[in-house]
């Protein structure tokens, strides 16, 4: 991946394991969030291409991407800062529901019980690990402390059900009693 005469990636090459925790480390600047953005479909790599689960994704839309199965956080919370935490989490999980407007309108009983698994699903994210998220679920997103933006934002990524979660610098943020 090159910016103008910048190489950020230069002969990449990953391959991960089912099941199997990868971390990706060096110092500022050397790629790691690049490498980050090519994979989801951020940046379009220069040169080079990006498979996942047997199928080329190279250059494909974020959205497309976590269709396929992969999820990320990035090096600065991107949250809905005026929706509650729970609505915050319930997004993460658009590329998993079946429900519309025409289910809403026509069938408004399915669309009711999705909402409903949603935001139980939901609410079992917001116990898992360290942190009050849960007791926080009503407060907009945006008044939360940055510790719980991180972790907040990591339960939105696992809303999705990823097969690949991709954490950039989770614990940004963060001391050492939090991470």
Do not use: W
């Not at 050397?30 to 994979?39: D, E, P, Q, Y």
């Not at 951020?42 to 494909?60: C, H, L, M, N, Q």
């Not at 935001?119 to 719980?148: C, H, I, M």
Request: a positive charge.
């Amino acid at each position: 991946m090159r910016f103008g005469g910048l190489v950020a990636l230069n002969d990449v090459s990953l391959s991960i394991d089912k099941g199997a925790v990868l971390a990706v480390i060096g110092p500022n600047g050397a790629g790691k969030s690049t490498l980050f953005n090519v994979v989801t479909g951020v940046y379009r790599p220069t040169s080079g291409r990006v498979t996942f689960d047997g199928a080329e994704i190279t250059g494909r839309p974020s959205y497309e991407v976590v269709d396929r199965g992969i999820a990320r956080t990035f090096q600065s919370s991107r949250l809905f800062s005026d929706l509650s935490v729970l609505d915050n989490v319930i997004i993460g999980m658009h590329t998993r529901t079946r429900t519309g407007v025409l289910t809403a309108l026509f069938r408004p009983g399915a669309s009711r019980r999705e909402m409903a698994a949603c935001v139980e699903k939901a609410e079992t994210l917001l116990k898992l690990g360290s942190g009050d998220l849960f007791e926080q679920r009503y407060r907009p997103a945006g008044t939360l402390a940055q510790a719980d933006r991180r972790r907040l934002e990591i339960a939105r990524a696992l809303a999705s059900q990823p097969k690949l979660l991709l954490l950039d610098e989770p614990s940004v943020g963060m001391d050492d009693t939090e991470t």
